[in-house]
């Protein structure tokens, strides 16, 4: 069970919305931007919530089917930006500095595998002052599920050692494609309901846990060391 050996986990991956970062308010904007842009009506927090999934090429099917994807992607890039001059923000999650640090004095190698715009990650992760946490940032990613091999081949990750951190089905679902642990985090898109149907490995309130979890890792890592 991964809460028994989360502290030897040496790759931590990372989704990034939901995840480390709170912008649901801007995706929700630049959705309903787009939605708005082909006539539809918008969608309230909860309603994107229920609805909202990865791949999102499925949600876009359903809700315009038809409309080719690198379209609406220019669209939800206007209304992103858009909702930003707009004054809205998104800010880190709570404890999410915490933890990275955390990993950061531990050596832990630490990735980005997100389905956020490309550049848009970047300058955000820029911004929030978190971007040189990561070794490596896979951002505008369609679908993680054929990502995360090829990171797990060019980065030599041990599976058996490596944990993916996410708040979609699609992560748990990816982790599981990829063979390694998976931490759903309730702190995102999705609730525990919809992430229970996906069985990840574990379910957290938010980073808080999972720090605790590896500060009693290191407890024992100590005692382990003392005795030998
Ligand atoms: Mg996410």
Known sequence: MVTARIHQCENWIFDWSGTLVDDLAMVLDATNHVLRHYGKGEMGRDDFRMRFRLPYAGFYEEMLPGVPLPELEDHFRVGFADSEAAGVTSPLLPYAVEFLKC?????????????????????????????????????????????????????????????????????????????????ALLTGYQDAAQLSRSNPDLVADDLSEILRLLESGRVHETETTARQ
Do not use: P, W
């Not at 715009?117 to 993680?144: I, N």
């Not at 995360?148 to 494609?177: K, N, P, W, Y």
């Open 103 to 183: 990993l950061h004095a531990r050596n832990k190698r630490m990735f980005i595998l997100s389905s956020m715009d490309a550049l848009a990650f970047d300058r955000h992760a820029r911004q929030l002052g978190v971007d040189h946490f990561f070794e490596a940032s896979y951002a505008g990613v369609l679908d993680k599920r054929d990502q995360i091999h090829r990171m797990i081949a060019s980065h030599q990750l041990d599976i058996e050692r490596t944990v993916f951190l996410g708040d979609m089905c699609h992560d748990v679902e990816t982790a599981r494609h990829g063979g390694v642990s998976s931490i």
